[in-house]
Structure formats: C-alpha cells, structure tokens
C-alpha cells in the first residue's frame, strides 16, 4: 500500500510474509511446523439480500487463507452498520449467512466488532494455520509453469448492473452460488501438487492480480483470451455501458506492463480489468501436472476451473493477452 511506505521493514525472522509484500495475508512462525496465517477483509453489499451479503463477504475474506495455503481456524465479524436504520432482524441475517460459510470453512466463529455506521460494511478477520514448509506467495512462479483459474470472471459488473437495473435480479441466482463458493475444496486438491505460486483474484482484477505474481521476476504470464471463464451476461453487461468504479485504476494500474495482442471488442477488454468479489484462485503449477490438477479439481466439484495461460521468462515482468 501507498500509505505504508517509508515505514520500516519488519526485521522479526518470523515473520515469513509480512506488509513489504502484495499477498494475501501475513504468515508468522510459531515453530518449525506451524505458523499463522492471518488476514481481515470487508465489503459493502454486493446484493441486497441480507443471508447473500453475509455468505460472499465471509467466502471472500476467508479465500485470503487459503491463497496461502493455509486452513482457517477462527474468525471475528468486521460490522459497520447502521443500525437504527436497518434494524437487528437484517444484521443477524447478515450474520447468519456469514456463520453458515465459517462453519463450511471448519473455522470457529469467536467473537468480533461492531461500529455504527451510515452504510453496511461487514467482513471477517480470519486466523488459519499452515506449514512453513508449504506457505504459497504469489510470486512463486516458474517458467513453463501453467496457469489455472478456479472461477469464472465479471462478478464487479454484474453487481453493478444488478443494481442500475440492467440486469434482472432473477439471472443472478446461479451466479451467486458460484461466487459464494469456498476456495478451500480447490486448495485441498492443489496442495496435493507442486504449486509454485497461487493468488485469489479480487479487486484489482485478474490483470492486476496476475502482475502480481510476476513481479521482482523475469516473466510474462501469457494468457489465452478465449480460454477465460466469464459468467454468463457479464459480457453483455459490458456493451450495454454498464461499469465498475475500479475498472480505470485497475486499467491504470498495469499499464506499461500489459500486452494486448488479441483483438478485443470494448467490452471483452474492459472484463480484464473487472474487479472481483470472492473470485477464484490462480494457480501456478508445472506443465506436466496441469492437466491431472485440473482433472482432479473438475471431480472435486470445482467444475469451472480452467487452464487460461502459461509462463513464460523472456526478460521482463509483465502479462500478454493473445
């Protein structure tokens, strides 16, 4: 972040993964088999749906966890909530959906804070454990590697077009049990392969978060277009003129460092700057064990998982869309 720099670096050698890094959560050692993983996250509501709300904002603070390869043990509700206006009943559904997804997680729901506040704000702060032999950064990844994405795309503009009216409450509802979806099944499944390098996709897209993953590298990540899941109208949503307030920064954000060699319409392109709500995993594994990976993760039930591109090391960091 902006903010923190000029702060001084963390010198404690425990600390595996701290704020001098752009991953998804902080990593602590404990002793030479276990660490914490820990991270806070929160959102405003995607949906008006009191239980829905609850359900995406705990399955995306809880995806930081499992980015790292790690499992969730606890976690604290984040509540900034107006309360006189909203009344109790929408808070403890928001509630509710949010302790259906920890419990899914196996985590422990263990307390949390509470502000009043003009709009709903709600999130989780989350504590998971993992090895320190297999803590996942998201800038693991080698040349050759294959890259795979775990869900589909285009969350950000259909929230919004939800909310303009553009698009029908109803053609939400198969959407919303994608995106609600834990990334903890496909994580289980991963570790079970060499990963070099994995990140959620979240709000700065899949563009800036797969810059991410190359920086301080020698590699452009090559991504095949016509491999991309999207969710179905997301595109549409897009030629009608519907956007997102973070599609210019996130456009902004990797420019200089993006190669667009496909040829895109307007609205394909601007979908790669589509800032996410409890998006997938991008996974970096060898190429020899792609495949097997993603056949093992389609019978796992994370049947939308894809291979989108690869890595290749050709003296620059960067990503190229073909």
């Known amino acids: 972040m902006e903010a923190l720099k000029g702060l001084p670096a963390p010198v ?65 509700n984040l509540v900034m909530f107006p309360e006189k206006k909203l009344g109790p009943d929408v808070l403890r559904e928001i509630l509710k959906g949010s302790h259906e997804k920890v419990t899914e997680a196996g985590a422990c729901l263990a307390g949390g804070h509470s502000t009043d506040n003009d709009e709903p704000v709600f ?63 496909a994580m289980e499944i991963a570790l079970n392969y060499d990963v070099h390098a994995c990140t959620d ?4 897209a899949l563009v800036g ?11 452009t990540l090559e991504i095949e277009h016509a491999a991309l899941p999207f969710y179905a109208n997301a595109k549409a949503m897009y030629a009608k003129g519907e956007t997102t307030g973070s599609n210019r920064a996130n456009r902004q954000l990797v420019a200089g460092q993006l190669d667009l060699e496909a040829r895109l319409s307007t ?35 994370v049947d939308r998982a894809t291979i989108i591109g690869q890595a290749r090391e050709d003296g620059r960091a960067g990503i190229r869309i073909r």
């Open 209 to 219: 978060h797969a810059l991410e993953m190359v920086k301080g590298s020698r590699l």
């Open 123 to 185: 999130g989780l702060a989350v504590t998971g454990v993992v090895s320190p032999k297999r803590v996942l950064t998201n800038t693991g990844g080698r040349p050759g590697d294959v890259l795979i994405l775990t869900k589909p795309l285009g969350t950000g503009v259909l929230f919004n077009a939800c909310r303009s009216g553009r698009l029908p409450r109803r053609e939400l509802d198969p959407v919303l049990l994608q995106i609600a979806m834990l990334n903890g099944t």
């Open 12 to 76: 404690d050698p425990n600390l595996l993964v701290g704020f001098d890094a752009s991953d998804d959560a902080a990593v602590y050692r404990l002793s030479d088999d276990l660490a914490l993983v820990s991270t806070a996250d929160y959102i405003t509501p995607p949906v008006d749906e009191s239980a829905w709300f609850g359900r995406i904002a705990a399955a995306n603070a809880l995806s930081d966890i499992y980015a790292m390869g790690g499992k969730p043990v606890t976690a604290l």
């Open 267 to 301: 609205a394909e392109e601007e979908l790669l700057f589509d800032p996410q709500t409890s998006g997938g995993l991008l996974l970096a594994v060898p190429e020899d064990q792609a495949d097997a990976l993603l056949e093992a993760l389609h019978n796992a039930g």
């Open 201 to 204: 996709i979240t709000g700065f």
